[in-house]
């Protein structure tokens, strides 16, 4: 396996799904949707999902590496490539176990994604994907994640729309137990951004950068920008993983927000996410 895997890396709803897919295309590349269970070995019981050099032990850095060697060889590929949304509270634990992994941070502006996390706690989480991490997830690390499953599953079975769902960065709890849901999803996309942020701003101070690119500017400019995402990962023949972005890229998906967030909630999160927005480029 290619000791450079490329790390898909972003806040919950800001695009890593389609850009797995788009990675996908690549013929040579393992793509595998977000294997959590993986990142979190031994590491499972934390009050959060920050993970940071501390936790990259030797054990630790064995097992990830066996895990995704393996999964590469089955699939009789050359190179890794994966999103895990959590590992936005992660990137210089992952840059530990992977020193060469090329990095891509998608950055995107947090109204939008308040817009889609509004969505699945509604929807709820597919059964699929629920019995998907119970099968993945080690029988002695259930406990860790047993609580707020059986909440999801519960939820799941009576209609009542999520409380939480997605990365949890540090304070998650109590937002949860003391703040109103639209509040709450603003402080989980600014932490979990924000530490992704103020990660890769660290890695690159240590010349071990990582890739950051804007959403919308992936969505306006698809073939220029995906060119350069694609000489950045050393991704021979890119070819496939161009011509799929710039055939599926829709520019009209940066402004739904626009028109689903009503003014109320707006003004309501605004404390909590502009500060972030406009660190990231974006005005109010």
């Not at 959590?36 to 920050?50: A, I, K, L, M």
């Not at 509604?122 to 019995?131: A, D, F």
């Not at 059986?150 to 939820?155: F, H, S, V, Y």
Request: hydrophobic fraction near 35%; charged fraction near 30%.
């Amino acid at each position: 396996m290619n000791d450079s895997p490329i790390i898909l890396v972003g806040t919950h709803r800001s695009g890593t799904t389609w850009l797995g897919e788009v990675f996908s295309q690549h013929p040579r590349l393992a793509y595998w949707v977000e294997p959590r269970h993986v990142w979190t070995w031994h590491n499972s019981y934390t009050p959060d999902d920050v993970l940071t050099e501390e936790h990259a032990t030797e054990p630790v850095k064995r097992h990830i590496r066996k895990c995704f060697a393996n999964y590469v060889k089955r699939l009789g590929k050359d190179r890794l490539a994966e999103k895990t949304p959590s590992n936005c509270l992660r990137l210089r634990f992952v840059r530990e176990i992977y020193p060469q992994a090329k990095i891509l941070l998608v950055i995107r502006d947090g109204r939008s994604v308040l817009r889609s996390t509004d969505e699945i706690l509604k929807r709820g989480v597919p059964w699929e994907r629920i019995l998907t991490r119970a099968r993945q997830t080690p029988l002695l690390e259930w406990p860790a994640y047993g609580k707020q499953a059986l909440e999801t599953i519960g939820r799941k079975i009576t209609g009542k729309k999520l409380n939480y769902w997605g990365p949890r960065p540090p304070g998650w709890r109590e937002w949860v137990h003391h703040d109103p849901t639209d509040v709450v999803m603003a402080k989980q996309w600014a932490g979990t951004i924000g530490r992704a942020v103020e990660d890769a701003d660290y890695l690159d101070s240590q010349g071990e950068g990582v890739f950051r690119f804007k959403y919308e500017d992936l969505m306006t400019r698809p073939r220029e920008l995906m060119t350069e995402i694609c000489e950045y990962a050393e991704l021979a023949d890119p070819e496939p993983v161009i011509e799929f972005t710039e055939r599926t890229a829709d520019p009209t998906r940066t402004n739904k927000w626009r028109t689903q967030l009503d003014d109320e909630v707006l003004e309501l999160v605004r404390p909590h996410m502009q500060p972030m927005l406009e660190r990231l480029g974006y005005s109010w």
